[in-house]
């Protein structure tokens, strides 16, 4: 059984992880090169269509090779979707973290926050709802030179606020 962790203790943990991200960030190779040469650029997109609605997401992302085993980097995020007379958006970004213990295998630790809006058709009338939704991703996968496949899990994962539907989500990496 895992044991109960507050959310203050989330937050603290995902502060610390962002902090450590960032400090690798700010390394300065000696020249603009060597900088540009360690920078790979990937992401996702996705559409999704069903009876009476759609459902479209883009998520460009931009790392940097620190070393052989080790990437750090950013990500944004946009997903729009419509069924029948109910939108949503969500909007936002996400700090990662890459770490590659032996060629073939990849850990991660990502740090997600989007932005939600969302209009909800009922038989009363509209209900709107717009807040912030955290996220904070631990994932490992298969990895080959530019593609990852594997399975990550949201230890923020909140049935009421999360724009996901599960806290176990499968995941495809790309980058070149």
């Known amino acids: 059984m895992i044991p109960h962790i507050t959310i203050r203790k989330k937050l ?3 502060f610390l992880l962002t902090l450590a ?3 690798t960030m700010a390394q300065n190779p000696t020249s ?3 900088f540009w040469d360690r920078v790979r650029f990937g992401g996702g997109i996705g559409l999704g269509f069903t009876n009476g609605g759609f ?3 883009i998520a460009p992302s931009a790392i940097y090779q620190v070393t052989d085993e080790f990437a750090t980097g950013i990500s944004l995020s946009f997903n729009y979707a419509k069924f029948n007379d109910s939108k949503f958006l969500a909007y936002g970004g996400s700090v990662l973290t890459l770490y590659n213990p032996i ?4 850990l991660s630790v990502e740090m997600e926050q989007l932005r939600v809006n969302r209009d909800l058709e009922t038989f009363v009338g509209t209900i709107e709802d717009n807040y912030w939704s955290p996220a904070l991703f631990l994932g490992i996968g298969y990895t080959n030179q530019f593609a990852t496949i594997g399975i990550r899990y949201d230890i923020l994962f909140d049935d009421n606020q999360s724009i996901y539907a599960n ?4 995941f495809v990496r790309v980058y070149f």
């Open 32 to 34: 603009k090169g060597q």
């Open 12 to 14: 603290f943990f995902g």
């Open 167 to 170: 806290a176990w989500m499968p």
């Open 21 to 23: 991200t960032l400090s």
């Open 103 to 106: 060629p073939f295998l990849q």
């Open 55 to 57: 459902n479209g997401s």
